[in-house]
């Protein structure tokens, strides 16, 4: 069922009864048990709903269907007035729990992508702990890319997030690959790196019709969800197959075990993304344009590009 169908039960969470609600959401065939307590919040229950609505149909957008069939979403309240931080698991019910200010507003929902972030690793399988980047990084490319597409945010939004966020995920001086990686950074913003440069070289390959977005639909809809644990080979082969390249089987053996440092400010400026006074603006012309335009609004442009490397192994300087 599309849209919201929403009943209150008693809930099953320890907390007080009388302060503790469960709303059921019928979205796209699944179900969004909604947990928390609206007297912890300034903002109404609609607006938490529309904001959980909206994250589902980002995370739906980008992968064809909603995840799961059944998800329990806990809202926790804290004091502030930001997104503080969020948890998915299926161990084996899928759960994930939000904590945020109880005095967050309207307007830093309306384009918070955190719950689009933890819905996404519902539909990635797990992966030793070695790999914690990959699932970060996928989740953290996507959440961007995703909200874009659904367009809960415009593609510039999304980019500036790339230009200011992705330079942080670089190796550093005592960095090595990303297996292993215990940096914040390297495993969030260095995994995402890796899915964009996934992205821009399998568009290139495939004439701009095929990308990341292919690759995580065949994993998904190969039964490849965060309940289930993977392994790597198995995970990067089936991307692969997808789109008929070696992409993410050439990149992780680059990345693996050194540090691999692309030149982003060659590769923005391919893309098509600047900078100007504070705010990102487009360059159609540029070289790379047309894959930038496929990566946050498909259907892709069949265009075929040829360009030299842009990655360089090395570390970034302090």
Known sequence: ??????????????????????????????????????????????????????????????????????????????????????????DPDARIRITLGSRTNARTLQTDTTLVHELAHLA?????????????????????????????????RAWSEFMTEMPLGLPESEDQGLDDTPSYNRRYWGGALYFLLADI??????????????ALRAIHNAGGTLRDTWSIERTLTTADSATGTTVFQDL????????????????????????????????????????RRGITAPPAWPLLLAEPSLVRQGRRQR
């Open 1 to 90: 069922m599309i849209g919201p169908s929403a009943a209150e039960k008693p809930p099953s969470d320890a907390a007080p009864l009388e302060r503790r609600v469960v709303r059921d959401i019928g979205y796209a065939g699944a179900r969004i048990s909604l947990v928390f307590s609206p007297s912890e919040f300034e903002v109404g229950e609609g607006v938490l709903v529309d904001w959980v609505l909206r994250s589902a149909r980002a995370v739906t957008t980008y992968f064809g269907r909603f995840p799961v069939r059944d998800v329990r979403i806990k809202l926790k309240a804290v004091d502030g007035n930001d997104i503080v931080e969020g948890a998915a698991n299926m």
């Open 252 to 291: 992780y053996k680059m990345m693996r075990g050194q540090p691999v440092s692309p030149d982003l400010a060659t590769l923005w400026r391919r893309l098509g993304v600047q900078q100007n006074g504070g705010r990102v603006a487009f360059d159609d012309k540029a070289p790379l344009a047309a894959i």
């Open 124 to 156: 990635f399988p797990d992966h030793d702990d070695k790999h914690l980047w990959l699932h970060e990084g996928m989740a953290t490319y996507v959440e961007w890319v995703a909200y874009a597409q659904s367009q809960e945010i415009a593609a510039r």
């Open 201 to 214: 070289e399998i568009r290139r390959r495939t004439a701009n019709r095929l990308g990341v977005q292919h």
